[in-house]
């Protein structure tokens, strides 16, 4: 912002201003006198003290110019936008050449509360007249009018009428007087983990979880041993809550001023932050970690050497031993000479939002998001627009998985602390894909002890495999399911028949179970299972094409298996004749080891065989029971 010299103008005010209303001159005095405190303070930055005086001026007044213009650039270094533009527009009502010299102030408050098309025809009328005087002023008018252009064609080219941007304010049971940010939600958004500045010292962890009726409960240090009696913030909770990972400065075990490191969640609480190593950590500053939900890639922040300039957005992938890999810097289309920070991607693990004081947008600062293409790349980042950006610097922000809700710290008016928690819901233009999960344990099915099994996440349509998770030591996982696509889960284990689930989720968020445990079935000889996702053509034996992921699991299964001999079994409902329903059964169970055997299974591996009617393992007088009937299954003959 241009500065102008609060005395000098205070100065000029009350040599070029007279009263409006003949006063008492006692009365005239005392304004004066309050006037020249007023201005001292405002020049000295003691904002607070400053407005109580304009505010007792008018009191005396009402149209005393110099206590409305004072008072003007007092709410307008506050961010009291509206407050300010009421007494500029106050002032220049009472003396229309009496806001001059504050033009561009003027016109900076007008963006601030959101009339962008008023501010960019004060600073075009600016730029037109002789008022520009030196190449900085110019220059400076110069980017204030394309923020201001911006913010009008984007109004106009996104205009959402029914939308409403109205922040609710958490609560006093999450919310202290202390300052609360970085919060932090699991998938579920029962769990909600925030950084609380205590006494303004220590920064500490704490969490919140969520009752039947959506309130959050008493906020409350994090159990264990994370919290320490130096500084932890920055954090970030993984999708399924086990782990941590967080930001500490000045450790000794601390590679450069701030290193990320990571914490595990036991049965008791939170290990020790553990550093996550020198492939992550440099002598720079590294910061604002963000998990993938699938916890195999960390976004990070780095002043690390060889970036574009300033802080820049990295992602490391978690290799095979559970190691970090070398960090990769997101490139040109996201980084940039600016300080690009406070990476989140959201559970759909495409759409990641940050801030960048670099690209087009509205202030210092503005929030950005960019959606992962099919290749792999990102796309152009689009600025959330107004008003979830300002003129103002904006910060961090997280989205629950349904895609609307958003939360994020401000210091607002309404506000229990110096900072608290907020939550909003998001524009349609900048919502990230809605995304339900599928979470549970895996067990073997004879022992009932947890198995750590590879879980395969594919397109049910094309087969194409989209994530591969593992679960945990006791058996736990978590899958994303982002809306858009019909998907096929498979879960599986050397020495097991493999488990697949079906879930649709084109269009909708319904009948998709949150929580799947399943028991796996060691591979013994004569024991079977049901292929439930393999598909026909209505009394046909060509396959259908949602067939494919659950064929090519089989054949994977067969090849991973060598010496497995399997056999085919195809089975009908009791619909029409036996001999019909016999020879239809025998071509699907055939259709089948074809498939197989264009994988590359060997022909000798393979039997086929038609049941027909003759083995149903459902009753055959509801739809229900006769499409259980129908149905394919592998048989071991041979381990």
Not at 35 to 42: D, I, N, S, V
Not at 171 to 177: A, E, H, I, K, R
Not at 301 to 311: A, D, K, P, Q, Y
Not at 420 to 427: N, V
Request: neutral net charge; aromatic residues 10%.
């Amino acid at each position: 912002m241009v500065r102008f010299g609060v005395w000098l103008l205070f100065c000029s005010l009350m040599l070029s201003t007279g009263c409006v209303v003949a006063q008492p001159k006692a009365t005239q005095k005392k304004i004066q006198q309050l006037l020249q405190q007023a201005y001292l303070r405002l020049e000295e930055g003691e904002l607070v003290p400053a407005t109580g005086l304009f505010r007792e001026i008018l009191l005396l007044d009402s149209n005393q110019v110099q206590a409305h213009l004072g008072l003007a650039q007092s709410e307008a270094q506050r961010k009291q936008h509206g407050k300010a533009v009421s007494h500029f527009e106050k002032a220049r009502s009472l003396k229309p050449n009496a806001v001059a010299s504050l033009l561009p102030i003027y016109a900076e408050e007008l963006a601030g509360n959101g009339e962008f098309q008023s501010a960019l025809s004060l600073i075009d009328s600016l730029l037109r007249s002789n008022y520009v005087t030196s190449p900085n002023e110019k220059n400076y008018l110069e980017k204030k009018r394309a923020r201001y252009l911006f913010a009008v064609n984007y109004n106009t080219a996104i205009r959402d009428t029914a939308y409403r941007f109205e922040l609710k304010n958490l609560g006093p049971l999450v919310n202290s007087t202390d300052p609360e940010y970085l919060p932090t939600l699991t998938i579920d958004g029962k769990q909600l983990y925030f950084t609380r500045n205590r006494n303004a010292r220590n920064e500490d962890f704490f969490s919140s979880e969520i009752d039947s009726a959506g309130r959050w409960q008493m906020a409350r240090s994090v159990p264990g041993d994370v919290n320490t009696p130096w500084n932890e913030g920055a954090m970030h909770i993984s999708q399924d809550g086990e782990w941590m990972v967080f930001t500490a400065c000045s450790r000794t075990d601390g590679f450069g001023g701030c290193d990320l490191y990571i914490s595990y969640r036991t049965p008791t609480g939170w290990t020790p932050g553990q550093n996550l190593g020198g492939r992550i950590n440099t002598d720079q500053w590294e910061s604002q970690p963000c998990l993938s939900p699938d916890k195999k890639s960390l976004y990070f922040v780095s002043r690390r050497s060889g970036g574009f300039g300033g802080s820049d957005l990295y992602v490391s992938n978690r290799l095979l031993n559970g190691r970090w890999d070398t960090p990769i810097n997101l490139g040109p289309n996201i980084n940039t000479p600016g300080d690009e920070q406070c990476p989140f991607l959201h559970a759909d693990n495409q759409t990641l939002y940050f801030t960048s004081p670099y690209w087009t947008g509205y202030g210092n600062d503005d929030l950005f998001l960019v959606r992962k293409q099919l290749d792999g790349s990102w796309s152009k980042p689009e600025n959330l627009g107004y008003p979830i950006n300002t003129i103002d610097r904006e910060g961090s922000l997280i989205i629950a998985a349904d895609g609307i809700t958003a939360y994020y710290a401000s210091n607002r008016s309404d506000a229990i602390g110096d900072m608290d928690l907020y939550r909003f819901e998001l524009p349609k233009h900048a919502r990230p894909t809605p995304t339900y999960w599928i979470r549970g344990q895996v067990t073997d099915q004879q022992t009932d002890k947890p198995i750590s099994a590879q879980l395969n996440l594919m397109d049910a349509i094309s087969g194409n495999l989209i994530t591969t998770i593992r679960a945990d030591e006791k058996g736990d996982y978590l899958v994303t399911l982002p809306v858009g696509k019909n998907y096929l889960l498979t879960i599986r284990q050397p020495g097991y028949f493999f488990h697949t689930e079906s879930f649709s989720m084109q269009a909708t968020l319904d009948a998709v179970p949150k929580q799947l445990d399943v028991s796996l079935r060691p591979l013994i000889t004569n024991s079977s299972i049901v292929l439930d996702h393999i598909y026909f053509q209505t009394n046909r034996a060509n396959l259908a094409d949602s067939s494919r992921a659950e064929l090519l699991t089989l054949a994977e299964l067969l090849r991973e298996n060598p010496t497995l001999v399997v056999e085919i079994g195809g089975h009908t409902d009791n619909i029409g004749a036996t001999s019909d329903n016999l020879s239809l059964s025998k071509r699907r169970a055939e259709t089948v080891v074809q498939y197989l055997i264009q994988q590359g299974i060997p022909k000798n591996r393979l039997q086929a065989k038609g049941y027909g009617s003759a083995q149903p393992i459902a009753e055959n007088n509801t739809a229900e029971g006769r499409a259980k009937n129908r149905r394919s299954e592998m048989k071991i003959l041979q381990h």
